[in-house]
């Protein structure tokens, strides 16, 4: 009785320690999705993009769309976690009842890493979907970058837009940013921080207002195939870290930097422009995003 309990334990305890090298044909891989609006497929007026524009709601059903597409393909390339990250605006855009139910999702704005809230180096590789231009981008559709005060952000001396700031964060992890979907700028300038990344054009931006939109079910499919090619493909790189991170920021309205420099370490450059200096991208992003979007003119 007693010897016949042992070998029922022996047993459990064998198969109990096969099981993990048995799961193994499917590790884990796990994708973080940041979206954003202004990129998103079939977007294409500023009554769209926040909360008291009329056709909003019409947006936020064509934003969940794209999304929904990022995350089939990254399912079907491989992923066993999916976290979303709304990371437009008020950030609470994406309708949880309508997003595929196998994703997670980060939601609202108030959060210090903002458009990259929760990434870190768990994770095996990032999508931006409905991506958009840096500010002052004479042709990209509702150019700007990070809120509507500034007029230009400089990391270690490079201009970048959000894609840009966020694909150094990434690269401060080692995940890889493998994919983008916007209008043909955004991806453009995209490839200035991620060489490689492959791009989904979804719309032509004529200027600033006027674009030229691709069919609907077009994009979908494509941003979905890449997506699970782009997934399938990635390769967790080492972290790219610089020794420090030399941060400018130019205002369009002098108050703003003015105020800054409530922070100690925020130097006044010109009446429009402040730098500071951080050690970590991840520290520097967080006081990036304080001075663009917690500083309030009103
Ligand atoms: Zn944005």
Do not use: C
Not at 7 to 32: D, T
Not at 89 to 95: P, Y
Not at 181 to 192: I, L, P, S
Not at 249 to 273: G, H, N
């Amino acid at each position: 009785m007693r010897r016949s309990l042992f070998a029922i334990a022996v047993v459990g305890a064998l198969s109990l320690s096969l099981a993990p090298s048995s799961l193994s044909a499917q590790r884990a891989l796990k994708v973080y999705i940041s979206v954003d609006m202004e990129g998103i497929s079939g977007l294409n007026g500023d009554n769209q993009t926040s909360g008291a524009g009329a056709e909003y709601g019409r947006a936020r059903k064509l934003m969940v769309e794209d999304a929904n597409a990022a995350i089939r393909g990254a399912f079907e390339g491989g992923a066993t976690d999916v976290l979303v990250n709304d990371s437009h605006g008020s950030q609470r855009n994406l309708l949880p009842e309508d997003l595929d139910p196998r994703a997670r999702m980060i939601s609202h704005s108030f959060k210090r890493h903002g458009m990259m809230e929760g990434l870190d180096a768990s994770f095996d590789a990032v999508i931006f979907v409905g991506y958009h231009a840096k500010a002052d981008t004479p042709r990209g559709l509702f150019a700007h970058t990070g809120s509507g005060v500034v007029r230009d952000l400089q990391v270690n001396g490079k201009s970048v837009g959000e894609g840009g700031m966020n694909a150094i964060l990434a690269q401060w992890y080692g995940v890889p940013v493998v994919m983008v979907t916007g209008d043909d700028v955004a991806v453009e300038q995209q490839k200035e921080t991620v060489p490689g990344v492959r791009g989904v054009i979804v719309k032509r931006a004529i200027n600033s207002r006027a674009v030229e939109l691709r069919p609907l079910a077009d994009t979908r499919r494509e941003i979905q195939l890449a997506a699970k090619e782009s997934v399938a493909s990635a390769k967790r790189g080492t972290p790219t870290r610089a020794a420090q991170y030399i941060v400018r920021m130019e205002f369009k309205d002098p108050t703003i930097p003015e105020v800054a420099t409530a922070f100690r370490e925020v130097r006044l450059v010109t009446p429009y422009a402040v730098e500071f200096t951080r050690d970590s991208m991840p520290d520097a992003y967080r006081l990036i995003r304080v001075l663009y979007r917690f500083i309030n003119t009103d």
